[in-house]
């Protein structure tokens, strides 16, 4: 079984940048689809990137795309995620979660999960 933990989260002002990175082990990423999702106070979580097996990507939440970019680096076992751009409103616990093989925007789809790395966006 693949465990993940998130690290990369932190304070920053809005306008700045963070790269959250999601570290695997137990078992080789490569035959799984990686995602993150975010989830703020009081609201459900919400999908924001995932990158399938051959590095495909997909975007959720309109206002990311441009300014959120996934990626894998499957020798190093590891997700990325490089935010740009930062808003307030990007404030939020990020998590990164695992399926195997196919792609997914459902969080109900994955079944391995991260504890969760917290972005603060100061304005």
């Known amino acids: 079984q693949v465990q993940l933990v998130e690290s990369g989260g932190g304070l920053v002002q809005a306008g700045g940048s963070l790269r959250l990175s999601c570290a695997a082990s137990?078992?080789?990423?490569?035959?799984?689809?990686m995602a993150w999702f975010r989830q703020a106070p009081g609201k459900e979580r919400e999908f924001v990137a995932v990158i399938d097996v051959y590095g495909g990507r997909t975007y959720g939440v309109e206002a990311v795309e441009g300014r959120f970019t996934i990626s894998r680096d499957n020798s190093k076992n590891a997700v990325y995620l490089q935010i740009d751009s930062l808003e307030f409103e990007d404030t939020a616990v990020y998590y990164c979660?695992?399926?195997?093989?196919?792609?997914?925007?459902?969080?109900?789809?994955?079944?391995?999960w991260g504890q969760g790395t917290q972005v603060t966006v100061s304005s």
């Open positions: 137990g078992q080789n990423l490569h035959t799984y689809a």
């Open positions: 979660a695992a399926k195997r093989l196919r792609a997914s925007i459902n969080s109900w789809e994955y079944d391995v």
